[in-house]
C-alpha cells in the first residue's frame, strides 16, 4: 500500500525566512515522489520530482529513503509562495496512480 | 491552449439529479484520471483510463461512472447527486511512467 503524511496542516512563516514542509511516506518498492502546488483556487500544478534532481521557484527536495522522507525546503520565503503544498508517491504499476498527502497550506506574512 | 479542460467549471444542481463533467487533453496522453477534492483539501483518485480502457477503480459508489470514448476524453457521470457529492472533481493526465499528472482547472460541483 501506499501512503504519503503531512504532519503539517497549515505552516505560516514570516517572508525571507526558511520554509520546510515535512513529507513521509510509506512504500515497499521504489518511489518516485512529487510535489504539487495549488495556489488559491486554481489547478494543481506539479513543482517538482524528485527523479529530475530540479530547483523550481527556490524550492528544492531531497528524497531520503532512510528517513523515508522528502521535505520540501526553500531558504527564503516569498509572499507569492503562499499556497497549498501536496506531496504524492507514485508506486510501480498500478497505471502510475498517484497518491496524495493531505496537504499542507503555507502562509507567509509580511 | 489548454492542455487539459474541463466543463463545466461551476455546477449546482439539486439532490437526486443526474449530472456530467467533461474533460478533454490535447497532450497526446495515454492515461487520464478523475480525483475529488473535499472540503478537507484531501485529494482522493476515483478513476484512471489508459487509452480507453479503465484500469483503476477506486472505491467509489456506483452511482459515478466514468466514460472515455477515446483517449482524449474522460467523461465523469454521476446519478442521484447527493449532499456529500458536493466536492472539486479534477481531471488529470499522464503520459505514463513517471512524469506526473497535468491536471484540469477543477469542476466545483455543488448538491443543494
Known amino acids: 500500500a501506499q501512503r504519503v503524511t503531512q504532519p503539517e496542516k497549515l505552516l505560516s512563516v514570516f517572508k525571507g525566512a526558511p520554509v520546510e514542509l515535512k513529507c513521509n511516506y510509506s512504500?515497499?518498492?521504489?518511489?518516485?515522489l512529487f510535489w504539487y502546488v495549488q495556489y488559491s483556487r486554481q489547478r494543481l500544478q506539479l513543482l517538482l520530482r524528485?527523479?529530475s534532481r530540479e530547483s523550481i521557484k527556490g524550492f528544492t527536495a531531497d528524497l531520503n529513503k532512510g528517513e523515508t522522507s522528502f521535505h520540501l525546503k526553500k531558504p527564503f520565503a516569498q509572499e507569492e509562495d503562499s499556497a497549498m503544498y501536496y506531496c504524492?508517491?507514485?508506486?510501480?504499476?498500478?497505471?502510475?496512480?498517484?497518491?496524495f498527502g493531505t496537504g499542507t497550506q503555507l502562509k507567509v506574512e509580511l | 491552449d489548454t492542455a487539459v479542460s474541463q466543463t463545466p467549471k461551476y455546477l449546482v444542481t439539486q439532490m437526486g439529479n443526474d449530472k456530467s463533467i467533461k474533460c478533454e487533453q490535447n497532450?497526446?496522453?495515454?492515461?487520464m484520471y478523475w480525483y475529488k477534492q473535499d472540503s478537507k483539501k484531501f485529494l482522493k483518485i476515483m478513476f484512471s483510463?489508459?487509452?480507453?480502457?479503465?484500469?483503476i477503480n477506486e472505491t467509489v459508489p456506483n452511482r459515478f461512472s466514468p466514460k472515455s470514448p477515446d483517449k482524449a476524453h474522460l467523461n465523469l457521470h454521476i446519478n442521484s447527486l447527493e449532499l456529500g457529492d458536493s466536492a472539486v472533481y479534477f481531471c488529470?493526465?499522464?503520459?505514463?511512467?513517471?512524469?506526473?499528472?497535468?491536471f484540469g482547472s477543477g469542476t466545483r460541483l455543488t448538491v443543494v
Open positions: 524528485h527523479i
Open positions: 504524492a508517491l507514485s508506486g510501480t504499476g498500478g497505471g502510475n496512480k498517484l497518491t
Open positions: 488529470a493526465s499522464s503520459p505514463g511512467g513517471n512524469y506526473g499528472y497535468t
Open positions: 512504500y515497499s518498492g521504489s518511489p518516485e
Open positions: 497532450l497526446g496522453h495515454d492515461t
Open positions: 483510463y489508459n487509452n480507453k480502457e479503465l484500469i
